[in-house]
């Protein structure tokens, strides 16, 4: 995603160092969470022993149980990423053994943070929308997009693709809550960086959406997102 990284560092403004939170959905990643199959409708135990959700997050696991081994698909899809792109770097995107995931790195306003923000919202709405395609979640199915007009004429049309849609609104509700629940002074550094992580966030599941591919058939081998048949000219 070497396009992600330059347009959230686009976003990146210069803010002081700040104090760093003692943790993040983020760790989601690094714990596994039970399966669907596992939860319990209404079952709160499960999301209040869940590290690093806010208030918000949390409330939201409430309601959406189902959704929360995916969002730690996605964590750990935008981890791998981030230690991809860095991997020649200083700073390679290494991870700390505790909630805050990548440890005072973050208290920075930099452009490894701003990417580290942008590829794990980015990694959310992937996860999430691969899940809805799969039938996974009970609230979303595959997306029924149209049939792309530069599709060539001898590619037969499945429409039933990732739902990227679905996975850019659900990945906006849950990655933000946490700093839209925030109340600094206006104009402060803390709001600063406050903005600047939504931003980021943003930054991240637009690309997605942009360079999601054309939705695959179900049970087809990916080929470009459409599967190759008779030719209507026969």
């Not at 990146?12 to 939860?39: H, K, T, Y």
């Not at 992580?197 to 637009?206: F, I, M, T």
Request: glycine residues 8%.
């Amino acid at each position: 995603m070497p396009g992600l990284l330059l347009l959230a560092a686009a976003l990146l403004s210069s803010w002081a160092q700040l104090p760093a939170e003692a943790s993040s959905w983020w760790s989601l990643a690094m714990n596994p969470v039970q399966r669907p199959e596992m939860f319990i409708i209404g079952a709160q135990p499960v999301c209040s022993q869940l590290p690093g959700l806010s208030p918000g997050q949390r409330k939201l696991c409430q309601l959406y149980q189902e959704h929360m081994a995916y969002i730690g698909e996605g964590a750990k899809m935008g981890i791998k990423e981030c230690q991809h792109q860095f991997r020649q770097r200083r700073w390679n995107c290494s991870t700390v053994d505790d909630a805050s995931v990548f440890g005072r790195v973050m208290q920075i306003g930099s452009r490894e943070t701003a990417f580290t923000y942008a590829v794990s919202a980015a990694g959310v709405v992937n996860a999430i929308s691969r899940a809805c395609r799969e039938g996974e979640l009970s609230t979303c199915g595959c997306s029924r997009t149209a049939r792309p007009k530069d599709l060539p004429r001898d590619w037969l049309w499945g429409g039933c693709g990732d739902n990227v849609e679905y996975g850019y609104r659900f990945a906006k509700e849950f990655v933000d809550a946490r700093e839209r629940e925030k109340n600094f002074a206006k104009g402060s550094e803390e709001q600063g960086r406050v903005l600047m992580n939504l931003q980021n966030n943003e930054a991240g599941r637009r690309v997605s959406w942009t360079s999601s591919p054309i939705p695959t058939p179900p049970h087809t081998p990916q080929t470009n997102g459409a599967v190759p048949g008779l030719s209507s000219e026969l």
